[in-house]
Each structure stands twice: as C-alpha cells, then as structure tokens.
C-alpha cells in the first residue's frame, strides 16, 4: 500500500499545476504546495477518504486567498504585469512534470486575469483538469447551482480571448527563428511581415529593468520596436532557444547574465503578441541554465 508521502508525490505535479495556473507566480506555488504537504502530513494523510480531492480542494482553497491578496498587488505594480516564466530546467522537478492537461501559455495565463479568484478556480478545474460540477462545489465550497452559474459567467468573460488551436511545436519553433532573422535584420518591415494587424508587444519590468510601461499596439509600432531593442542589445546579447510555459521561447543573456525571457502568442500563422519579461525577480533562478546554454547567435 502507499505511503500518504507516495501519495502526495504522485499528486504534486497536478497540485502545483492548479496553483501556478491560479497564481501566474512559481514560487507562490511552491508555497501553496509545501502548505499542503504541512497539512497532509499533519492528520489529512489518515483523515482523507479521496487523497486526491483532498489535496486539489486544500490547494484550491489557499490559492484563492493568495490571489485575493495578490490582486491588490498588481494593481500597484508598475507596468504591465505578465506571468512568471515557467522553464524547464530538469527532469525530475515538478516544474517540468507540470501536468499537460490545459493550456499554461503565457497568452493563456493573462487571459485568466479577466476573472476573480473564484471564477478562475471554477473555470481551471473544470475546464483544464475535467473536475466534474459536484467535485468543483466541494473543492471551492459552492453548491453545484453556483458553480455552473460561476463557470457560464467565466467562459462568458474569456470566449473573446481563448486561444482557438494550438500551434505545433515544429510551426512554433520556424516562426520564433524567422522572427529572430527578422529583428536582427535591422529591418521593421521584414518583422512587420511575421506581425498579425493587431499584434501586441507587452513587456514587463515591473519598475526594476527598463521595458514599455504599457502595451506597444499595432503591427508597424510593434516591429519598429523589435528592432530597436535587437539593435540596441546587439553587441551585449545573445539568445538561447528554452521551452517555456510549455512552447517554445527565448532566453536573452545580456553582459553574461539572464536578461528577458520572450514568448509569442501565434494565430492563423503569424505572431499575435510578443510577451517580454525582464523583471529580475521572475528570471532569478535561470542561472542555473549557464552551463547548458545553446544559443542561436
């Protein structure tokens, strides 16, 4: 029989996947999982009838209260605030065994935004980990009733911004090197090319690296941008191609240390938006990818 440690490691990529999904934040995850283990290892492991339902409702229920509290954070945070960069790194951690139900894009994330910590939970279990309405209700204390009302009033919110496909790794990975080509070129129309009319470029340095303090819109002031900050960071720089929030991305070394993390946002085969975080506090544990850097430059 499992030990209830077993269990719990069985069940923690799932538990961390509901809490970065809720929080956009790794380590805030990591922290709702360790409360979790607390708690499990202190009379829920023997009082458990469903470990599993057990430990989502616990991890649930603490998320929600985060969010709450990290919603009056963001509101004074300075510039646009993007989700933590998830990148694997190695194998074996939880990070990188994130369960693959759902989306983790950053373009996924933000969308999230849109609703309340309750109406995120709703949508996130039902929708990403297929909870059933009578689990949603005892996992975040609603009646069944209010759940599926939470759950039309959320997808009400998000249908405009969901994601309507996913990109293929192969078609992702031609377009990020394209796109590079282009903002080396020192040419904005060869990037306003690979750009949808409406493309977006979000940057988030959150007061502390210098980036856009608001979102540059429009396919010709988007590409005008790439190129000025390729050509500003030129002879400082290199990027190292990382898989992060689950798709391909970036990661640019400045001066020999961790600079931005970029992501893009793809539809009908052309790039939708350009997410750039440089806030060093969301890009402090990529150090450890020193040793293994494959740059494309």
Request: charged share 25%; with cysteine; aromatic share 6%.
């Amino acid at each position: 029989m499992d030990t209830t440690t077993d269990i719990f490691q069985a069940l923690r990529p799932r538990l961390f996947g509901i809490a970065y999904r809720m929080l956009g934040v790794r380590a805030d995850a990591e922290d709702i999982v360790q409360e979790a283990w607390l708690r499990w290892q202190h009379g829920g492991g023997g009082e458990a009838r469903i470990p599993e339902a057990w430990l989502v409702t616990v991890v649930t229920r603490l998320s929600i209260d985060r969010l709450r509290g990290a919603i009056a954070e963001r509101e004074r945070y300075v510039g646009p605030w993007l989700p933590e960069p998830l990148v694997d790194q190695a194998a074996a951690s939880p990070e990188a065994a994130l369960e693959a139900a759902g989306d983790i894009s950053t373009a996924f994330l933000l969308m999230l935004e849109r609703l309340g910590p309750e109406e995120r939970a709703v949508f996130l279990l039902h929708q990403v980990f297929e909870f059933g309405y009578g689990e949603v209700a005892a996992m975040v204390g609603k009646t069944e009733p209010a759940c599926r009302k939470i759950l039309q009033r959320a997808r009400e919110r998000v249908r405009a911004e969901r994601p309507r496909f996913a990109v293929g790794r192969e078609q992702h990975l031609a377009l990020l090197g394209r796109f590079i080509e282009a903002a080396r070129s020192g040419l904005p129309e060869r990037v306003q090319e690979l750009l949808t009319a409406d493309a977006a470029y979000i940057g988030d340095g959150g007061g502390k690296a210098r980036t856009t303090v608001r979102a540059v819109l429009g396919a010709e002031r988007v590409a005008r941008m790439v190129v000025g900050v390729e050509r500003k960071w030129t002879d400082r720089g290199s990027h190292q191609l990382i898989q992060v929030n689950g798709a391909p991305g970036l990661l640019t070394w400045r001066d020999g240390q961790p600079d931005a993390v970029t992501t893009l946002d793809l539809r009908d085969g052309r790039i939708a938006a350009i997410y750039v975080v440089r806030n060093p506090d969301k890009l402090g544990d990529l150090e450890s990818l020193r040793s293994s850097r494959g740059t494309t430059s």
